[in-house]
């Protein structure tokens, strides 16, 4: 491994003050915006959408859980190409154990993604014509749930002994010393071996993706078969929300992809840089704030309000050609 903590120009962000410091300031940024969103859920959200209102709402509780997991709850200080890490957040402080933080901060994205997943299969019960996917869907969702809170619980068993571990990378880095000083004996080592935890969290991803993908495909072919048995307009706004769930997914896989695919090839070059580590933490923290803003870009009701209320300095109401309809 380069033992080297960070020789290049993100030496600053190695040091575990200046990761809090930023992601403070994301969180601090970041939940004006989780506020407003929640609030044009809950009260924007036409009649006409109320099918899909639940499962936006859960989508988004858990977009800001994870978001705000690595902003400020938890905020892993992680030592890639190492599995280890040093929790600096508030669950910290207020004394979680650290088994417990890594688990959340492992399955919160896992679980966002079913809640996107949940979405795109709201869609798709409500355009179909199969009857017996309709008395299915709730245990198909629910083993997605499941699989997503489950699928981490074997590599959280192969813990090592912390003693070892710890003393094993210490050797191995000496600068962690000068990086985290006090905090030196509170690295908690995830794993010896990388794949154990490495391969559960890629069959996860791709479980995830390819389960959205087909769902997406076959929201559009019913879609198609629908075209004529409904007004233009319909078919127009049912697709333009589709095509707004798609674009969001879109953003989650890529601001949660970048990041974990230089995970990755730090691992794989064994190749340590603790500023890259803080920086690709910072990227994940940003991640809810994208969301959200996202959300109340694509979706029309949301965005005509806001831009509504900036334009005149207070709420309008739009007219029913705004609103999509969900039959």
């Not at 939940?31 to 859920?41: D, S």
């Amino acid at each position: 491994m380069n033992r080297a903590c960070s020789e290049s120009f993100l030496q600053v962000l190695s040091f575990p003050n200046s990761l809090v410091t930023i992601c403070h300031v994301i969180a601090c940024f970041e939940i004006p915006f989780h506020i407003i969103g929640a609030y044009c859920i809950i009260r924007k959200t036409p009649e006409r959408m109320k099918n899909v209102k639940l499962n936006m709402l859960i989508k988004h509780f858990s977009t800001i859980f994870m978001s705000l997991s690595m902003s400020l709850f938890i905020i892993p200080f992680m030592m890639l190409p190492a599995l280890a890490g040093v929790p600096l957040g508030v669950f910290s402080i207020i004394g979680i154990s650290i088994p417990v933080q890594i688990y959340l901060v492992v399955t919160g994205p896992a679980v966002t993604g079913i809640t996107i997943l949940a979405l795109f299969e709201n869609r798709f019960s409500l355009l179909t014509e199969n009857l017996k996917w309709k008395k299915i869907r709730f245990v198909y969702i629910s083993l997605n749930y499941l699989s997503a809170f489950l699928f981490f619980v074997y590599p959280m068993i192969q813990i090592p002994d912390q003693n070892i571990g710890r003393s094993e990378l210490i050797a191995s880095s000496p600068c962690l010393a000068e990086l985290l000083g006090s905090l030196i004996s509170s690295i908690f080592i995830i794993t010896r071996n990388p794949l154990s935890t490495a391969v559960p969290m890629f069959i996860e991803m791709f479980f995830i993706i390819s389960q959205v993908t087909i769902i997406t495909i076959l929201t559009y072919q019913c879609l198609a078969t629908q075209k004529f048995r409904m007004s233009q307009t319909t078919y127009q706004m049912q697709n333009r929300f589709v095509k707004a769930l798609s674009v969001q997914f879109l953003l989650f896989i890529t601001c949660l992809g970048a990041p974990v695919g230089l995970f990755t090839f730090s691992m794989l070059l064994n190749d340590y840089n603790q500023g890259l580590n803080n920086l690709c933490i910072i990227g994940l923290s940003l991640n809810g704030s994208i969301s959200t803003l996202s959300m109340m870009a694509l979706h029309q009701p949301y965005r005509e309000w806001i831009l509504g209320f900036f334009k005149s300095g207070k709420v309008q109401q739009f007219p029913e050609r705004s609103i999509a309809t969900f039959h």
